[in-house]
C-alpha cells in the first residue's frame, strides 16, 4: 500500500487512527500530569511557596527556555514534518542519515549553551529576578548552575521524541514525558534534608537524564550516522522552516522573562503562585490538546506532501471536535473546583491556607486562556504540517504585544492577577487570530460539525459546572473537612458528578465524540 493510499482512508478510519495515537499520548500525559501534581505536592509540602521556590522556579525556566527556543519549537514546526517524509520504508536509509546530521550539529550547539549558563549564572539570576533580594537571587544563580547540563540532555531527548513522531511511534515518549517528574519527588525528599531547596535542582537534573534514556529502546532498529555535515538537505529545509518560528519564539521567551520580572515585584510568593496555578491549568492542555496535536501532525504533514486537502480538513476537524468535547468540561470544572483543588493538591506542610486563597485566584484568572490555547494547540500544528511556519510566528509576536499591553495596564490596579489576565487575553487573540487565518489557507471548515459540536459541548459544560456548585455545600456538609481524605473524598464526588452529568448531556445531544471515545476505550479493554 502506498503512502497517500494508507493515509487516504475513509474518514472513519483516519478518525480511528488519530484517537487511538491521541490515547497513547493522553496516556503517557496522564501519568506525566498526575506525577507532575505529585511533584508539585512535594514542593509544596517540603518547601512551601516561599521566595526559595520561587527563586528555584526562576532557574527552571532557564533550560526550558532554551529547550523550547532550539528544539521544542523545532520539534513540531520542522523536525516532525521533515522527518516525516524521510520516514517512509522506501527512504528509511536517507532518515537515518538526516537524524544524525541534526544530532550532531544540535549537540554541539547546546554543549556550548551549557557552557555559556555556567559562566553567566549570576548576571542571569539578576535579569530573571530584579524584584528578588540579593540573597533569593544567589540561590536562582547556585540553582542554575546545576540544571544547566540538562539544556544538552533536554536537546538529546526533544530529539529522540522527534525521531519516534516521525516513525509513528509514541509509547516511549509517552512514557518519558512521565519519567521527567520522577526526578523531584524522588530526590526532593531525600535530598531536602542536606541539600535544601538544592535538591530540587538535582531532582531536575536526574529527571532530565532518565527522560532521555527510557526512549532510547525505541530506537533499537536505528542506524544513525553521527557526523558533522552542515549542508545535508535535511538541515537546510529544517533551518528553513525553523528561521520564522525562531524569531517568534525569541519574542515569546522575552515575554516569559518579562512576566517572571514583573512577577518578583507583586511580591516574592507571586511566582510560586503562579506556577502552582499553571500546573493545574496545563493539566488539560496537555492530556487532551498537546497530545491529539501531536498525534495528527504526522497524518496531517502527510495529507499537505500529498496535497489531499480534504483528508487535511476532514483530520483537523476530528482533532479539534475531540479537543472541545475534552477540555470544556475540564475547563468548567477547575473553575468550580479550584479551592478544593489547590487545597487537595498543594495545602499541606509549609504551603498554608493564604497560598490556597492565591493560588486560586490565579487559576481562574488562566481559565479562559485555557479554553482558548487548547483550540490554538491544533491549528498551530496544521500550520506547521503545511510547512508554514511564518504564519504562527507573526500571530504570536503580536500576541506577545497584547500581553506586554494588557499587563502594564493592570500590573498596578490587579498586581498578579494582572499579569494572569494578561497572559489569558494573549491566547485569546492569538487563537482567534489563527482561526481566521485557516479559513483563509485553506478553506472554511464548514460541514465538519465543529461549530455545532461546540456549542453542545460548551452547554453540556455549563450545565455541569451548575451542578457540581450546587452540589458542593451538600457535599461538603456530608464528607466533612479538614483532612485529606475528605478533601480528596470531596473532589473525586464532584469530579464524578460532573463526568456522570456531561457524558449523560453529551448522548442526549447526540454528540459523535463520546461513540468514538467509548468505542476506543472499549478496544483497548478487549487488547488488555
Not at 265 to 278: F, K, L, P, Y
Request: some cysteine; glycine content about 10%.
Amino acid at each position: 500500500m502506498t503512502p497517500t493510499a494508507e493515509f487516504a482512508q475513509p474518514a472513519d478510519r483516519v478518525a480511528t487512527g488519530l484517537a487511538r495515537s491521541a490515547t497513547i499520548l493522553s496516556l503517557g500525559n496522564v501519568a506525566s500530569r498526575v506525577l507532575g501534581l505529585v511533584r508539585e505536592t512535594v514542593i509544596a509540602g517540603i518547601f512551601g511557596a516561599t521566595g526559595a521556590v520561587s527563586a528555584f522556579r526562576l532557574a527552571a525556566r532557564v533550560p526550558t527556555m532554551i529547550y523550547d527556543l532550539l528544539v521544542g519549537g523545532m520539534l513540531s514546526a520542522a523536525l516532525v514534518p521533515v522527518l516525516s517524509d524521510y520516514a517512509r520504508p522506501s527512504r528509511r536509509e536517507e532518515l537515518w542519515q538526516a537524524a544524525g546530521a541534526v544530532f550532531s550539529f544540535l549537540a554541539v550547539v547546546l554543549a556550548v549553551i551549557v557552557l555559556a549558563v555556567e559562566l553567566l549564572a549570576g548576571p542571569l539570576a539578576y535579569l530573571l529576578g530584579t524584584g528578588l533580594t540579593p540573597e533569593l537571587q544567589a540561590v536562582t544563580a547556585r540553582s542554575l548552575r546545576i540544571i544547566a547540563p540538562t539544556v544538552l540532555i533536554f536537546g538529546c531527548a526533544g530529539l529522540v521524541t522527534a525521531l519516534l513522531y516521525a516513525l509513528n511511534r509514541f509509547t516511549f515518549p509517552a512514557i518519558a514525558a512521565a519519567v521527567f517528574n520522577l526526578g523531584i519527588v524522588v530526590a526532593a525528599p531525600l535530598l531536602a534534608g542536606r541539600l535544601d531547596i538544592y535538591s530540587l535542582a538535582v531532582g531536575v537534573l536526574g529527571g532530565s537524564l532518565a527522560q532521555l534514556l527510557i526512549q532510547l529502546p525505541g530506537l533499537r532498529d536505528a542506524r544513525l550516522r553521527l557526523g558533522w555535515n552542515l549542508h545535508h538537505p535535511a538541515l537546510r529545509r529544517i533551518g528553513r522552516l525553523y528561521l520564522p518560528v525562531a524569531v517568534g519564539l525569541v519574542v515569546g521567551q522575552l515575554q516569559v522573562v518579562v512576566d517572571g520580572n514583573l512577577a518578583t515585584r507583586t511580591g516574592e510568593r507571586s511566582v510560586a503562585w503562579m506556577q502552582n496555578a499553571t500546573t493545574l491549568r496545563e493539566f488539560p492542555l496537555g492530556l487532551v490538546s498537546v497530545a491529539i496535536s501531536l498525534a495528527a501532525l504526522p497524518t496531517l504533514s502527510r495529507f499537505a506532501a500529498e496535497g489531499d486537502w480534504p483528508g487535511y480538513r476532514r483530520t483537523l476537524a476530528r482533532g479539534l471536535r475531540l479537543v472541545l468535547v475534552l477540555t470544556l468540561p475540564a475547563a468548567f470544572g477547575l473553575f468550580v473546583l479550584a479551592q478544593p483543588a489547590v487545597q487537595l493538591i498543594f495545602e499541606h506542610g509549609e504551603f498554608t491556607p493564604f497560598d490556597t486563597v492565591w493560588t486560586s485566584r490565579a487559576l481562574w484568572g488562566y481559565i479562559p486562556g485555557l479554553l482558548f490555547a487548547a483550540v490554538d494547540w491544533p491549528l498551530n500544528y496544521a500550520c506547521y504540517a503545511r510547512q508554514d511556519t511564518r504564519t504562527p510566528t507573526l500571530v504570536g509576536i503580536a500576541a506577545v504585544g497584547v500581553y506586554l499591553v494588557v499587563a502594564l495596564a493592570l500590573l498596578r490596579p490587579l498586581g498578579m492577577i494582572g499579569l494572569v489576565l494578561a497572559d489569558s487575553a494573549k491566547h485569546v487573540f492569538h487563537a482567534l487570530a489563527m482561526l481566521t487565518l485557516l479559513r483563509r489557507d485553506v478553506g472554511h471548515l464548514g460541514g465538519q460539525r465543529v461549530v455545532s459540536t461546540a456549542f453542545k459541548a460548551l452547554l453540556a459544560s455549563a450545565v455541569m459546572g451548575g451542578v457540581i456548585w450546587l452540589a458542593l455545600p451538600l457535599l461538603r456538609n456530608g464528607l466533612g473537612t479538614g483532612s485529606a481524605w475528605s478533601e480528596l473524598l470531596l473532589v473525586v464526588a464532584a469530579g464524578g458528578l460532573g463526568l456522570v452529568v456531561y457524558g449523560g448531556l453529551l448522548a442526549l445531544l447526540r454528540v459523535e465524540e463520546l461513540g468514538l471515545l467509548r468505542d476506543i476505550a472499549a478496544r483497548r479493554r478487549s487488547a488488555d
